[in-house]
């Protein structure tokens, strides 16, 4: 059974930094594409940034230059960097990862997510 379980979320002030973090467990991480979502209360989930395989990563424009997608294949784990926060990246932050080829940020193609870990940023 596959579990996702992410950490790291809490309440800053806008301008400070945050790093995330999702434990794989039950499913081989190195062979696919992971990445992480968030949803705004009353917004529809959202992608945030996914690396490949390969290490390629990409980023929803708002939080390009600010964030940092990275894994640790070895230790089945995904992480995100978050400087420079602002008001509007308050959300519930979700790990999620798939199970076949291809790598975008389409909430749909992915097959296994975590429970979520909340990020609160006031002004």
């Known amino acids: 059974q596959v579990q996702m379980v992410e950490s790291g979320g809490g309440s800053v002030q806008a301008g400070g930094s945050l790093r995330l973090s999702c434990a794989a467990s039950?499913?081989?991480?190195?062979?696919?594409?992971m990445g992480w979502f968030r949803q705004a209360p009353g917004k529809a989930r959202e992608g945030v940034a996914v690396?490949?395989?390969?290490?390629?990563?990409r980023y929803a424009d708002s939080v390009k230059g600010r964030f940092t997608i990275s894994r640790d294949n070895a230790k089945n784990s995904l992480y995100l960097q978050m400087n420079d926060l602002k008001p509007e990246d308050t959300a519930m932050y979700y790990c999620?990862?798939?199970?076949?080829?291809?790598?975008?940020?389409?909430?749909?193609?992915?097959?296994?997510w975590g429970q979520g870990t909340q990020v609160t940023v006031s002004s």
């Open positions: 039950g499913y081989s991480s190195s062979r696919y594409c």
């Open positions: 999620a990862a798939k199970s076949r080829l291809g790598c975008a940020m389409v909430v749909g193609w992915y097959d296994y």
């Open positions: 690396i490949g395989s390969d290490g390629s990563q």
